[in-house]
């Protein structure tokens, strides 16, 4: 490859690059249906035929978007499940990865533009919820033979509420309307999970 080439790559990497990071940034911020490539070009500081010699048009770019942010957070997630670290451990990890991976570049207005919009990217993001409650309940099954989680929860019971909250919660559509970002219900979650409601100076 000549120079010439090479800096030309280099320039068009880097062009292509300055779209997908301002364009994230402003999808998570106000989802991406009321945002124009016109009005996104006028913030990136580049012409329309520039951003059509890399996007064929905005669902293009949100879905480049998507597979960025799973080919990096999907690896990664399975790697810390099939770890032998304890339970505990492991759900602080995957908390920490869906944050870092996950819930600082797909808000829940960008889901629920992508459930109206584009519902095959929103299947995928289903698949992959649906893939990451049955670890979960694997994980909790492991934890109970393990001795690092309570007896006295029923498995299946515990199965259903797994898949009640994965599926309820975390529902575009609930989050918006109670104001709630991914984080905020993640970071819940998680504590209720590993810590209970009440105290340990509590009383039932």
Not at 89 to 103: G, K, P, S, W
Request: charged share 30%; net charge neutral.
């Amino acid at each position: 490859m000549s120079m010439a080439i090479q800096v030309h790559s280099k320039r068009a990497e880097k062009t292509r690059r300055l779209i997908i990071n301002n364009a994230s940034r402003i999808f998570v911020e106000r989802g991406f249906r009321n945002v124009s490539v016109e009005e996104l070009c006028k913030v990136v500081g580049v012409s329309k035929v520039t951003f059509y010699k890399y996007f064929e048009n905005r669902e293009a770019l949100v879905e480049t978007l998507v597979d960025e942010c799973l080919s990096e957070a999907l690896p990664a997630m399975a790697e810390n499940f099939e770890s032998d670290k304890d339970v505990e451990q492991i759900i602080e990890t995957h908390y920490n990865l869906l944050v870092d991976l996950f819930m600082s570049r797909i808000s829940a207005r960008m889901m629920a533009d992508m459930e109206s919009q584009m519902p095959r990217t929103w299947e995928r993001l289903e698949e992959v919820r649906k893939a990451e409650t049955k670890a979960l309940i694997r994980l909790f099954n492991r934890g109970q033979r393990e001795g690092t989680i309570r007896q006295d929860i029923d498995p299946a019971v515990a199965r259903v509420i797994f898949e009640e909250i994965m599926g309820s919660i975390f529902r575009p559509g609930f989050l918006i309307s109670k104001g709630l970002t991914l984080k905020q219900a993640g970071s819940t979650v998680k504590a209720v999970f590993l810590h209970g409601i009440v105290e340990k100076n509590g009383k039932l």
